[in-house]
């Protein structure tokens, strides 16, 4: 069995790993380069006989729309959702229209000659996956994208335990940079536990009324906004969109995520600022299925912004035209949380120094609450001495070199690597 390393062993972003056998090919992810220069797919992707994604970021699936239909493409059914929302709301990522079949936790798929087994990860995103890859009586485990400080901990444990002594990993390196990466004064949590408890704080302490960023498809994080504000005594009030990814989750796993029959959860939906959601919603409601959560939106669970306004500092609020929703509000003072990546402030991202701005105001208390959706070097470490495996192949890292130090047998800026 032959690893092809297409893309993604020496950046983060443009994912693309192939796992060959005499007979069969296969795809594991086709990623979009993270900084918008051009990612293509593999020459001859004809001749796959399948393609894996494990998981909704366009730096693993961004591709998807180049791979030719007759290719079978599998994912997780939330996966799917997820892709299709994110392409319907932000058409930066391309609207996702093929059809796809579903995988599930542990149970395998027969691909020719190639058993690949789908484990659940410890991600940002959920429905996040690892695979063991099994052919020619070798074993191969792909971890995907991974941390051990979410809210799903225990899977990385389960997969790890699974998929022991491997012949290869290919494992995210996210976290091994050649320095460490200049962070605006921030708090940087360890868990999503200490993301909780920082808001909370802050919404205890500050009693202002209180904005949040952070991405709608990091349900962990919304999950602990939404804590904290229920802590707090706050109700969280969010945009369509992220309403929609948490209804949609609930769709597929149950009810185990906060949407807007909830007590102290509204979606700010009936106002002019959430017209143009409002459309997309509409105007996609068949292709997506949407017109039960359209019905919700219509139900008790819905705030206004007048009624906000009465009481702002009663409110968390995650809205995706924050700005104008301030101005509306007519709030002067208030608490600002960024929860995402930090380089999203940087000059190169943020051109137009609206960060800079928001932390220079006196009227704003800037704080930046964020835990990475990757592991940890300790994580990391942890993972690959549990997993065992015989070779170590890092991945989605910009300094690969950074395993040598623990690992000098680790397999750097090698392509092709048979196992
Ligand atoms: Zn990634
Ligand atoms: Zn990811």
């Known amino acids: 069995m032959k690893i092809i390393i297409h893309r993604g062993n020496e950046e983060i972003g443009a994912s693309c790993i192939e796992v060959q056998t005499a007979q069969t090919r296969v795809i594991f992810d086709v990623g979009l380069e993270l900084e918008g220069k051009p990612a293509v797919v593999?020459?001859?992707?004809?001749?796959?006989?399948?393609?894996?994604?494990?998981?909704?970021?366009?730096?693993?699936?961004?591709?998807?729309?180049?791979?030719?239909?007759?290719?079978?493409?599998?994912?997780g059914a939330l996966t799917e959702d997820i892709m299709r929302i994110m392409g319907t709301f932000n058409p930066r990522f391309g609207e996702v229209n093929r059809t796809f079949r579903h995988f599930a936790h542990g149970e395998p798929v027969q691909i020719g000659d190639i058993t690949i087994t789908p484990y659940a990860t410890d991600h940002s995103v959920p429905d996040s996956h690892a695979f063991q890859v099994e052919a020619d009586g070798k074993r191969i485990l792909i971890s995907g994208d991974f941390r051990a400080h979410g809210r799903k901990t225990a899977l990385m444990e389960i997969c790890a335990r699974a998929v022991h002594t491997p012949d290869a990993l290919v494992v995210d390196g996210t976290c091994v940079v050649e320095r460490a990466p200049e962070e605006p004064q921030a708090t940087v949590c360890n868990s999503e536990k200490e993301v909780e408890d920082g808001i909370l704080k802050i919404l205890k302490e500050e009693k202002l009324p209180a904005f949040i960023d952070a991405s709608s498809i990091n349900v962990d994080r919304i999950i602990s906004a939404f804590k904290a504000a229920k802590s707090a005594g706050r109700t969280f009030a969010v945009d369509?969109?992220?309403?929609?990814?948490?209804?949609?989750?609930?769709?597929?796993?149950?009810?185990?995520?906060?949407?807007?029959?909830?007590?102290?959860?509204?979606?700010?939906?009936?106002?002019?600022?959430?017209?143009?959601?409002?459309?997309?919603?509409?105007?996609?409601?068949?292709?997506?299925?949407?017109?039960?959560?359209?019905?919700t939106l219509y139900r008790v669970g819905v705030v206004k912004p007048e009624t906000i306004a009465r009481n702002p500092s009663q409110y968390l609020i995650k809205f995706n035209r924050r700005e104008e929703l301030i101005r509306e509000l007519g709030i002067r003072e208030y608490s600002y949380i960024y929860s995402m990546w930090s380089g999203y402030m940087s000059p190169q991202y943020d051109e137009q120094g609206r960060f800079q701005r928001l932390r220079n105001s006196p009227n704003v208390r800037f704080h930046f609450i964020h835990t990475s959706g990757h592991a940890t070097w300790d994580e990391l470490c942890w993972f690959i001495d549990e997993v065992a495996p015989g070779k170590l192949i890092p991945f989605h890292t910009s300094y690969p070199q950074g395993f040598r130090e623990k690992y000098p047998d680790a397999i750097i800026g090698v392509k092709e690597i048979e196992v």
């Open 240 to 295: 369509i969109y992220t309403a929609l990814i948490l209804w949609i989750m609930n769709k597929r796993y149950g009810h185990i995520v906060p949407i807007n029959e909830w007590e102290g959860f509204r979606v700010i939906s009936r106002c002019d600022l959430a017209r143009p959601q409002r459309r997309t919603l509409y105007a996609n409601q068949d292709r997506l299925g949407l017109s039960d959560f359209i019905s």
């Open 42 to 75: 593999p020459q001859n992707i004809g001749g796959v006989a399948a393609l894996f994604i494990t998981h909704a970021h366009p730096d693993h699936y961004g591709l998807i729309s180049k791979v030719p239909a007759e290719i079978p493409a599998y994912c």
